[in-house]
T-cell receptor, first 114, second 115 residues
Framework: AQKVTQAQTEISVVEKEDVTLDCVYE???????LFWYKQPPSGELVFLIR????DEQNEISGRYSWNFQKSTSSFNFTITASQVVDSAVYFC???????????WGAGTKLIIKP | SQTIHQWPATLVQPVGSPLSLECTVE??????LYWYRQAAGRGLQLLFY??????ISSEVPQNLSASRPQDRQFILSSKKLLLSDSGFYLC??????????????FGPGTRLTVL
């Protein structure tokens, strides 16, 4: 069965520190997609990235970077030089089967202290 | 550009009362539409999804129902609310190119409190 595990329930760091959010997934599909979403205190989920299973290149977007490793079934998210505005709940998700579903992790609450 | 609207933003309803939450999408055609619920401090639970007008799939049996009367309109309803229906309800859309593989874009959500 497909599953996404975000073992870190809550992380708290001081501003400007680097922080990595872990995501481990399980799937038997050979073709699949992985996603990260951010949910700030306002509640609306914001799409951050989509990665397909055939592309293991790391992605960097400004202070954000993602490390996809099929060997360990992980898709970790790193924020460099964190800022208070990065405080949010971050969700990792995995494409489901043909039922148009996403399999969601439980989320990691990130607190950036000034 | 595409926009997704949800209303109301907040709602307080007594137990046993009916519910109707509306979601509309602009700027795209034939989207896949989704209703999620998020309990306080918890993850996302998919309630319903729709791949076309009148086509609704339910993921969790409960006293909620969904309808899609128009291509870009998705409605979540209940005849009688329960206390356990309290939560944050999110509507989302994705392009219909491939099932489950396109990113979903979310509306601002409705915070429902059942008293």
């Amino acid at each position: 069965a497909q599953k996404v595990t975000q073992a870190q329930t809550e992380i708290s760091v001081v501003e400007k520190e680097d922080v990595t959010l872990d995501c481990v997934y399980e799937t038997r599909d050979t073709t699949y997609y992985l996603f990260w979403y951010k949910q700030p205190p306002s509640g609306e989920l914001v799409f951050l990235i989509r990665r397909n299973s055939f592309d293991e290149q790391n992605e960097i977007s400004g202070r954000y970077s993602w490390n996809f490793q099929k060997s360990t079934s992980s898709f970790n998210f790193t924020i460099t030089a964190s800022q208070v505005v990065d405080s949010a709940v971050y969700f990792c998700a995995l494409s489901g089967d043909s039922n148009y579903q996403l399999i969601w992790g439980a989320g990691t609450k990130l607190i950036i202290k000034p | 550009s595409q926009t997704i609207h949800q209303w109301p933003a907040t709602l307080v309803q007594p137990v046993g009362s009916p519910l109707s939450l509306e979601c509309t999408v602009e700027g795209t055609s034939n989207p896949n539409l989704y209703w999620y619920r998020q309990a306080a401090g918890r993850g996302l639970q998919l309630l319903f999804y729709s791949v076309g007008i009148g086509q609704i799939s339910s993921e969790v049996p409960q006293n909620l129902s969904a309808s899609r009367p128009q291509d870009r309109q998705f409605i979540l309803s209940s005849k009688k609310l329960l206390l356990s229906d309290s939560g944050f309800y999110l509507c989302a859309w994705s392009a219909s190119r491939a099932g489950g593989w396109d990113e979903q874009f979310f509306g601002p959500g409705t915070r429902l409190t059942v008293l």
